[in-house]
């Protein structure tokens, strides 16, 4: 699963694709996301549209915290039926996540490949978001209240699956799927926990 990505876009550009209505970030580092890491998100509110900072990793289910004094978190979302998932997949909780390039594992070789969109053109994951979630993320931290998210995974497609053929992101690169995964019925979002077509991703050369 995708446990690293890279964002690079600067918020000028996103204040152009998504036209958010207030921005809460103050300065945006760019880079690379690790699990647990803070990183910008455009997310649904009362006032329209914000980019704010959120940290990577949705609560976990509780049946995988037996015994656990933290939660990390979950980085990934495949099974959206979970009834863990369905009470978050209404469009106030639905975020869009920029990203520039996504890491996956190779067991082959080991290490990380990255995987970037042919022509250099917006994309972003589809994500989840949850408000003010009370929890022990690190024990020397305690309980802290923050604003988090994750994004979904699908199948493969067969370029990612040559190098992780278990799960890709999904991927959103055109502004009607935008709309559609931040304001439509789920019936109608659901449709876009796809795979990305082949030739519309690059992998970089290592």
Request: with cysteine; aromatic share 10%; net charge neutral.
């Amino acid at each position: 699963m995708c446990n690293l990505y890279n964002q690079t876009t600067a918020k000028e550009a996103m204040r152009r694709l998504m036209n958010f209505t207030q921005d809460l970030t103050g300065n945006i580092e760019p880079g690379e996301v690790y699990p647990d890491r803070m990183a910008p998100i455009i997310r649904n509110s009362a006032g329209g549209r914000d980019l704010a900072m959120a940290r990577w990793g949705m609560p976990t289910p509780p049946q995988f915290l037996a015994g656990r004094k933290t939660d990390r978190g979950i980085t990934n979302i495949r099974n959206t039926a979970s009834p863990h998932w369905r009470r978050w997949l209404g469009v106030e909780h639905r975020c869009l996540v920029p990203f520039t390039a996504f890491a996956e594992p190779d067991a082959a070789k080991g290490g990380n490949t990255w995987f970037t969109l042919r022509g250099d053109r917006p994309a972003f994951f589809a994500g989840l978001n949850l408000c003010g979630w009370t929890s022990v993320r690190k024990l020397k931290d305690g309980e802290t209240t923050d604003d988090l998210f994750a994004f979904l995974t699908t199948e493969a497609n067969a370029l990612v699956a040559a190098i992780h053929p278990k799960a890709m992101p999904v991927i959103l690169t055109q502004p009607d799927d935008w709309e559609t995964w931040l304001t439509a019925p789920w019936t109608s979002a659901a449709r876009l926990q796809r795979p990305l077509a082949d030739d519309v991703l690059e992998r970089q050369a290592s």
